[in-house]
């Protein structure tokens, strides 16, 4: 019995095999249709996430609004810069570093500056960080010197300038 099932099995299969049928013209314009449609469903699908998360990492846009080098409580010990968001999106400063070159720069978030753990930076806000002297860049600020800076915020771009100091 089961031998008689194997031959008619191999039997159907050989037929199958051999036949020179194939699948008729309407059959093949559907299935084309169908995987030209679900291609363009899966295109549509991944350009909207690339594009969503683009534009949520681009509209937080940093840029410098004020650079004060001062006199705190000695000579030369105070640093104030003013970050301002003109972007349409709030984001959060975690770290500023700070250097004579822009190869070099220390951060200088936790030692010698206000910002602690991070600070709010809201969409068309300012935020103005305080840096201290003496930091690990050196014990005052010193004259006519082209101070190197990078804010990094929680998530997107890091924004780099640098700003000459005043002559007394």
Do not use: C
């Amino acid at each position: 019995m089961a031998e008689a099932l194997a031959v008619e099995v191999k039997s159907i299969l050989n037929k199958m095999l051999k036949s020179k049928k194939g699948i008729s013209p309407i059959l093949t314009t559907l299935l084309i249709i169908v995987i030209a449609v679900a291609a363009a469903i899966v295109t549509w699908a991944w350009v909207m996430t690339f594009t969503r998360t683009q534009t949520q990492q681009a509209s937080a846009i940093l840029a410098e609004e004020n650079v004060r080098f001062y006199n705190a409580t000695t000579v030369r010990d105070g640093l104030q810069v003013t970050i301002i968001n003109i972007g349409s999106a709030d984001t959060r400063i975690d770290r500023i570093y700070l250097g004579t070159s822009s190869a070099n720069l220390i951060d200088v978030t936790a030692n010698a500056s206000d910002l602690g753990t991070g600070k709010a930076l809201f969409a068309h806000g300012a935020l103005t960080i305080t840096i201290s002297w003496p930091n690990l860049v050196g014990s005052v600020w010193q004259t006519t010197t082209t101070y190197y800076f990078k804010v990094a915020p929680e998530s997107g771009a890091s924004f780099e300038f640098s700003k000459r100091s005043p002559a007394a």
